[in-house]
């Protein structure tokens, strides 16, 4: 779980039992459980965004060419539902990127003779 959220949550325990146990109204659950909701729906929200990835990026990271990249990304999303496509380029998430990697005979720079 994100370092932000944990976080979020134990501020939230500290503030409905102060003194580590007790009592507590529904109202409060709820707003505290409120609170440790949109913490986590931001910082989600945060993270999706900055970890996708075009095409280009996957296939700068893979070293491969783009338009291997972008076969492969469709590819995938077909399959697995992987990326997205959004106007004309592909879009994939970074922790996706186990499930995108590449047969190593479409790696650049690499022979498959001997």
Do not use: C
């Not at 707003?31 to 945060?46: F, L, N």
């Not at 076969?71 to 992987?82: T, V, W």
Request: hydrophobic share 40%; proline share 2%; net charge negative.
């Amino acid at each position: 779980m994100n370092e932000i959220v944990t976080r979020q949550i134990q501020q939230a325990l500290d503030a409905l039992f102060p003194h580590g146990e007790g009592r507590v109204g529904r109202g409060r659950v709820a707003h505290q459980i409120e609170q440790v909701a949109q913490r986590a729906y931001t910082v989600g929200r945060s993270d999706a965004l900055l970890g996708l990835m075009t095409a280009e990026d996957v296939a700068e990271h893979f070293q491969i060419s783009a338009r291997r990249a972008r076969a492969l990304i469709a590819n995938r999303h077909e399959r697995f539902s992987i990326g997205m496509r959004f106007g004309s380029s592909w879009l994939v998430h970074r922790d996706d990127l186990d499930s995108l990697a590449p047969d190593e005979k479409y790696r650049a720079g690499e022979s498959t003779e001997e």
